[in-house]
């Protein structure tokens, strides 16, 4: 044990700053060396203009993998996020659309009951998955398996596989309109992540969220009511899936039942790049606001460079493995 | 007569911090070797040396006379060094004979496994051993103390020379512990040498022939344990007198401080009953699995009793999960640091604020600089050594994240202290601060209630002790009129 003991307290006690920096910063680096090699090589790169459209593709995913976040900081993990995205998208939809036929009647409503609703699926969604994994102990995947597959049926029964089109223009505003020049969703994804950052870093509940995935045994037994605390992430993230269905629904003038499939892949994957343990208990969520915001980066450098979008995919998909790869160096100095 | 193995001048640094200066060594067939030394002693990085998981930096070792480098477990094991790790790795799923012929399995025709031949050959090593185990049960049923004799046999079962023992007895409980000391005493007997790494002094007097001790990296001395008594030893290890053992600088009081009657969980402990007073020490005492630890987890809300009173301070108070307990002043120390201690990925800091959040942030926001100041605290009276309290409670000793531990409960001024097995794995030094601290403890009017399966420890520091013996309580004994033979006769 002594030897694991010095090797760490080396890594530790030493004056190896560098290191130490890169730790700590890696990811922020690695997203600034990426913009800087973009900006390079296009000079549309660092315009306003694509600044606020890379913005604008990343906020929905960003909003997600912040809910993802909560989720596996505590061990677990949400699969059913894309599904809940079309499925609180329509349902929220179907109050503010001004079509008879697809809307609720007496509609449209106003755009914050819409908004209301939206969100409340979410988190039904988010409670009922949370119920399952903590009260019932099955474990995450499957009960988000079973979720992404129930999400994604019900809101094809709900809207019977049709799109809910005509949404009203007070309700497209949270996906289009902007203040200051400030795209909504982006401003929604700041309002998201300015709270997440404070309730996971300055409050209790976040400070026990770490706690309930470092160790659930040493939680338990400092009077932490773990059940408790896994039940609420998924309602964390429920409730952030339905708010960004209506970012989405919202952005594109109506809810498609085929919203949001494989969502949930780019969710784990911003979490997963920002350094968050799958194993649950470390990680942060700037870490994921950059991850969302490398993935967001690296598809629009390359639409600019005009790579075609399935070389994208391989993309993403060696620079998830590569991240994870370098924490374990990192960590385990393999 | 040549030597199995012989060490000379090891030395092994990591990230330019020495671990290892100037390891020695010298085993001699047929017999048993006691390694000691304290925590960061690097007792762990000569073992991991020797089992080929670590290069050496410098230095030589010689196996029975011929120079010999290991780059792989695997090279080592061909060599005829075996070792027996403290945290056993078996297949759960998979039988017995299976474990021990793992990766080198009897083949029949067509590429499979010759299972016939593999459990024929399990058996017959396991019974030359006079190991009552059968090579046809899944390993997951075993106890920890059957795993052990199992790798032993696995050991055997490579025609291993040299068995190296990592703390064995850190996880079985005294009479489990005597079986593997006749098995030692029976490969001892078959002409192996045994290497037997521990912290406690009283198995190593009682079934080593020789010692080796280490200190900060270094070579200490060696001789026959016959020639050194259990004072001397201490000294070499520590390096300085350390006076007595066990300080008790506590006196119980006439004030009643936790009562306990007639605690009942269906099948884990049966009316258990006890008060202890304010001031006491009280001591519990029993083997793995004889219920002791339900006890605490009865009292602490983790379980829930059938039946069973409360009393603290003389009023009744109920108790149906751990918040309830901390609530009422109750603190619990649990049995395993790692599994239930600790958070190992978060910081000193906020393991030892862990316990008291409700406490210290009533309105939900953390106030930074009470946990700063409440952590700062914690650190100077118990002495944690600690770069920073910011970084990885992983990083520190044994000792070092038990006193954490010790911090966290502390934190909460606590009124009952509840310890289960507070000093394992822990060195003699940091065992000696940690008696300190409980026995302050209990003088400030504190009330302590400890298990420990160490029979010394129970002795030296209990007032009282009630000794466990399948789920029952086999009596209590004040300390004046009990000794070791005693406990181990009631508890067996």
Redesign the interface.
């Known amino acids: 044990m002594s030897s694991i003991d010095n090797k760490q307290a080396s890594t530790w006690f030493s004056s190896d700053n560098r290191r130490l920096i890169i730790q700590e910063y890696g990811i922020f680096l690695a997203f600034l060396l990426l913009a800087f090699i973009l900006s390079l090589s296009n000079e549309y790169f660092l315009t306003p203009g694509n600044i606020s459209n890379v913005l604008l593709q990343t906020s929905i995913n960003g909003v997600l993998a912040i809910g993802m976040t909560f989720v596996i900081l505590t061990r677990g993990i949400d699969l059913s996020v894309g599904s809940v995205v079309a499925l609180a998208g329509i349902i929220s939809a179907s109050f503010a659309t001004t079509s008879a036929t697809a809307g609720i009647s007496g509609g449209p409503y106003p755009f914050y009951v819409a908004l209301a609703i939206g969100i409340l699926v979410g988190l039904a969604c988010g409670a009922l998955v949370g119920l399952i994994v903590s009260r019932f102990a099955v474990p995450a995947f499957v009960a988000t398996l079973g979720m992404l597959s129930a999400a994604r049926g019900a809101t094809l029964i709900y809207g019977g596989g049709k799109p809910v089109p005509a949404l009203t223009p007070e309700f497209r505003w949270i996906g289009t309109g902007n203040i200051l020049g400030i795209p909504m969703p982006v401003i929604l994804l700041a309002i998201v992540f300015a709270v997440s950052w404070w309730v996971l870093t300055r409050t209790r509940y976040g400070r026990y969220i770490y706690a309930v995935g470092g160790n659930p045994h040493a939680a338990k037994t400092s009077g932490i009511n773990v059940t408790r605390m896994k039940f609420s992430v998924y309602m964390i993230s429920g409730s952030l899936s339905g708010l960004a269905g209506m970012m989405l629904s919202a952005r594109t003038g109506s809810a498609l039942p085929q919203a949001g499939i494989a969502y949930e892949l780019d969710a784990i994957a911003a979490v997963v790049i920002g350094g968050t343990s799958l194993s649950g208990g470390v990680g942060r969520v700037t870490g994921t606001l950059i991850g969302a915001l490398i993935i967001g980066v690296m598809n629009n450098g390359l639409d600019l460079m005009g790579i075609q979008s399935y070389y994208q995919q391989v993309l993403k998909g060696a620079l998830i493995v590569g991240a994870v790869m370098l924490d374990q160096k990192r960590n385990h100095g393999l | 007569m040549q030597s199995l193995l012989k060490v000379e001048g090891l030395t092994?640094s990591?990230?330019?911090?020495a671990?290892l200066r100037d390891g020695r060594f010298e085993l001699d067939g047929g017999s048993v070797h006691a390694l000691c030394g304290g925590?960061?002693?690097?007792?762990?990085?000569f073992l991991?040396i020797l089992m080929g998981i670590?290069k050496r930096d410098g230095g030589k070792i010689w196996r029975r006379g011929t120079p010999v480098e290991f780059n792989s477990p695997a090279e080592a094991l061909a060599s005829g060094i075996a070792i027996i790790e403290?945290e056993l790795s078996p297949v759960p799923h998979m039988t017995v004979a299976e474990n021990i012929y793992l990766g080198r399995e009897p083949s029949a025709r067509f590429g499979g496994i010759d299972f016939k031949t593999m459990n024929r050959n399990a058996q017959a090593l396991l019974d030359r051993l006079e190991f009552s185990i059968r090579a046809n049960q899944y390993m997951m049923n075993l106890s920890v103390a059957q795993m052990q004799l199992v790798e032993i046999a696995k050991a055997l079962s490579h025609d291993a020379e040299v068995i190296f023992m990592d703390e064995p007895t850190s996880a079985i409980g005294e009479k489990e512990a005597q079986q593997l000391f006749a098995a030692i005493a029976r490969l001892k007997a078959e002409g192996k040498g045994v290497v037997y790494v521990s912290h406690r002094l009283s198995e190593i007097f009682q079934i080593a022939d020789s010692y080796t001790v280490f200190r900060d990296g270094s070579y200490v001395g060696s001789g026959a344990l016959a020639d050194i008594d259990r004072r001397g030893l201490i000294r070499m290890i520590v390096g300085r007198e350390l006076g007595e053992e066990y300080i008790k600088t506590n006196a119980p009081t006439d004030m009643t401080g936790f009562e306990v009657s007639n605690l009942t969980a269906p099948g884990k402990i049966e009316d258990i009953s006890f008060a202890v007073r304010k001031g006491e020490i009280f001591g519990i005492y029993g083997l793995m699995g004889s219920g002791r630890t339900e006890i605490f987890n009865c009292l602490?809300g983790?379980d829930t009793p059938t039946t069973g009173e409360m009393r603290l301070g003389g009023q009744p108070i109920s108790v149906s999960?751990?918040?309830d307990?901390?609530q009422q002043g109750i603190a619990?120390v649990?049995e395993d640091r790692k599994?239930?201690?600790?958070?190992?990925?978060?910081s000193v800091r906020?393991n030892i604020?862990?316990?008291s959040?409700?406490e210290m942030?009533p309105a939900?926001?953390?106030r930074?600089h009470e946990e700063q100041a409440a952590s700062r605290d914690m650190i100077a009276h118990f002495g944690i050594k600690a770069?920073r309290d910011t970084?990885?409670v992983?990083?520190?000793?044994?000792g070092n994240q038990q006193k954490v531990v010790l911090g966290?409960w502390f934190l909460r001024k606590p009124k009952v202290l509840l310890l289960d097995e507070p000093t394992r794995?822990v060195d003699v030094g940091a065992k000696r601060e940690i008696y300190r601290i409980i026995c302050d403890f209990a003088a400030d009017g504190g009330t302590v209630v400890m298990i420990s399966s160490e029979i010394d420890e129970v002795l030296g520091m209990s007032d009282r002790i009630l000794v466990m013996r399948g789920g029952r309580s086999a009596g209590i004994y004040a300390r004046e009129e009990t000794d070791a033979q005693a406990l181990v006769h009631l508890s067996t």
């Open positions: 092994k990591f990230g330019g911090v671990a925590n960061g002693a690097g007792k762990s990085t991991s670590h403290q602490f983790l999960k751990p918040a307990a901390m619990f649990t599994v239930t201690g600790l958070n190992l990925s978060d906020n604020c862990l316990a959040l409700p942030s939900f926001t953390m930074r770069a970084m990885p992983s990083g520190l000793s044994g966290k794995g």
